[in-house]
């Protein structure tokens, strides 16, 4: 019997039987008195579960509220799966990281208690969460902290579904200009946040960069709502955080060589990709704005070729007429 049998079986004893005593657990169960004690520590500091030792009894409970096992801290008590699959690990770490690096006063004292149901869930027997978290790392790159304070109000102006009234800094043009805006989404993507909204200055939906968002108020002035349709049909249209309406097909020719890695990645939700005679790997993805596109396809060279559009392939040729000549 593993782990996770053995703590639904004692589960099961404890809700069948109003008392066991040590003995008849660990008989039940088969295991050493060091492994029952263990089992049992877990499940109560771990996953909360309401055990007790009763003395009258000479056994252990759960502790009874109506009929039905008590929590005794407050938290919820189940017992979740604990054996988990990449996604899943993945899944945790994120949820952790993202707790890790959330901007301050956003969600105040409920960071805790969830960060240690999360290391909770993360720990075993034969590890402590913080030996999972030694040996388990999702890196980051790239990383553009926004201000805290900033962060805080256009959480709140989006769940509030308010204006704001803020300054807009155009890092490709250096550039500030006054926006109002109605904020629709905050996206995380790439290791940064971004605002996806209603922009009343363009009259259209904008994403910007919340790290480039200064001056930022909260007004008192309901936010225009556009369809969560709208906004899923504007960014599926579109390459990475990049959305619009017109959509254009890039086609994507790759060595032998790379298409053993690119042709098991997702660039994009309607991507088609296919392995051709030689060996090579075209890969068609849809994009509104080649800006993101464009910076994917040079880390790929000198291994991928554009077959089209035209305007792409000049893009990107231009791209790397530029690099070459600032290299010479």
């Not at 039905?68 to 899944?91: M, Q």
Request: proline share 5%.
């Amino acid at each position: 019997m593993d782990r996770t049998e053995r703590f639904y079986r004692i589960d099961q004893l404890l809700n069948e039987q109003r008392c066991l005593s040590f003995e008849a657990l660990q008989e039940a169960l088969d295991v050493s008195r060091a492994t029952l004690r263990r089992d049992l520590q877990y499940l109560r500091d771990r996953l909360n579960a309401p055990i007790i030792y009763d003395r009258l009894g000479g056994g252990y409970r759960f502790a009874q509220e109506d009929g039905r096992a008590s929590p005794l801290s407050g938290h919820k008590y189940e017992l979740p799966g604990l054996w988990f699959n990449a996604s899943e690990i993945y899944a945790l770490l994120m949820m952790q990281q993202l707790l890790n690096t959330v901007q301050p006063g956003l969600l105040g004292p409920h960071i805790a208690p969830l960060q240690s149901r999360l290391s909770a869930l993360l720990g075993s027997q034969q590890n402590r969460p913080e030996d999972i978290e030694d040996r388990i790392r999702i890196v980051h790159t790239g990383q553009r902290a926004p201000e805290p304070a900033n962060f805080a109000l256009i959480a709140s102006a989006l769940l509030k579904r308010k204006r704001l009234k803020l300054q807009h800094w155009h890092r490709g043009r250096d550039e500030t200009t006054g926006r109002e805006i109605s904020p629709q989404r905050l996206v995380f993507y790439r290791g940064n946040w971004y605002l996806d909204a209603w922009c009343h200055l363009r009259k259209d939906l904008r994403s910007f960069a919340v790290e480039t968002l200064s001056d930022v108020e909260l007004l008192d002035k309901a936010a225009k709502d556009v369809a969560a349709k709208v906004l899923d049909s504007r960014v599926q249209n579109g390459y990475g955080i990049f959305g619009g309406e017109r959509t254009q097909w890039a086609q994507l020719r790759f060595t032998p060589a790379r298409a053993r890695w690119v042709a098991s990645e997702q660039w994009h939700p309607d991507q088609r990709g296919s392995v051709l005679p030689d060996g090579s790997y075209q890969l068609d993805v849809p994009y509104s704005i080649e800006t993101e596109l464009v910076m994917d396809i040079l880390r790929h060279m000198p291994e991928v070729e554009v077959i089209g559009p035209p305007g792409l392939r000049t893009k990107v040729r231009d791209k790397l007429a530029a690099a070459l000549k600032a290299h010479h």
